[in-house]
Antibody, heavy 122, light 110 residues
Framework: QVQLVESGGGVVQPGRSLRLSCAAS????????MNWVRQAPGKGLQWVAV????????NYAASVKGRFTISGDNSQNTLYLQMSSLRPEDTAVYYC???????????????WGQGTLVTVSS | QSVLTQPPSTSGTPGQRVTISCSGS????????VNWYQQLPGAAPKLLIYSNSQRPSGVPDRFSGSKTGTSISLAISGLQSEDEADYYCAAWDDSLNGWVFGGGTKVTVL
């Protein structure tokens, strides 16, 4: 069965960096686009980034563009989110989510991980 | 401020029908398909409706979606206690070149 397991969250000071990981299993990782979505405490969902199945196309939310980088390692079946210049408003649970169809990034998120909490605070 | 607009909350008694609206613009709902996600308390979101009105395998047919122009609605018929959750609409935005979500609607079963 499809499983997505995030890790790497924690408490980090403003301005510092952190890398999140999402270990995928139960499907051919290199065949699917992947997303990161976050949820601040008590708030709604906010899309963060998407990477196409071949790693060529990457799109970011305006609030993280230039600070966050999405990437993947097909040999490890793992998705990453490198976050730099972190701000208190980046505090959230970060979910990775698989895109349903291979051919496009404009396709719903059919599987989600359980999330990992990132807290940006001094 | 979310790009897609949803009411913050709605409620109903068991067996009732409730609807949740989601309004956007020509760059998102008006030109792309919309998906709905259900988030039960303390859980990760789950795909509930995709491509405006399609249900993934395992989603009861009590849930339905309907789109008109730049708005879409989610209907829950025969409301059950396990439907108490937050519901989010989402669409690709051609201007922003990314996904946008509604602010979420909390459904309470009285």
């Amino acid at each position: 069965q499809v499983q997505l397991v995030e890790s790497g969250g924690g408490v980090v000071q403003p301005g510092r960096s952190l890398r999140l990981s999402c270990a995928a299993s139960g499907f051919i990782f290199s065949n699917y686009a992947m997303n990161w979505v976050r949820q601040a405490p008590g708030k709604g969902l906010q899309w963060v980034a998407v990477m196409s199945y071949d790693g060529i196309n990457k799109n970011y939310a305006a609030s993280v563009k230039g600070r966050f980088t999405i990437s993947g390692d097909n040999s490890q079946n793992t998705l990453y989110l490198q976050m730099s210049s972190l701000r208190p408003e980046d505090t959230a649970v970060y979910y990775c989510a698989r895109a349903k169809d291979r051919a496009t990034v404009v396709t719903p998120f059919d599987y989600w991980g359980q999330g990992t909490l990132v807290t940006v605070s001094s | 401020q979310s790009v897609l607009t949803q009411p913050p909350s709605t409620s109903g008694t068991p067996g009732q029908r409730v609807t949740i609206s989601c309004s956007g613009s020509s760059s998102n709902i008006g030109s792309n398909i919309v998906n709905w996600y259900q988030q039960l308390p303390g859980a990760a979101p789950k795909l509930l409706i995709y491509s405006n009105s399609q249900r993934p395998s395992g989603v009861p047919d009590r849930f339905s979606g309907s789109k008109t122009g730049t708005s879409i609605s989610l209907a829950i018929s025969g409301l059950q206690s396990e439907d108490e959750a937050d519901y989010y609409c989402a669409a690709w935005d051609d201007s922003l070149n990314g996904w946008v979500f509604g602010g979420g609607t909390k459904v309470t079963v009285l």
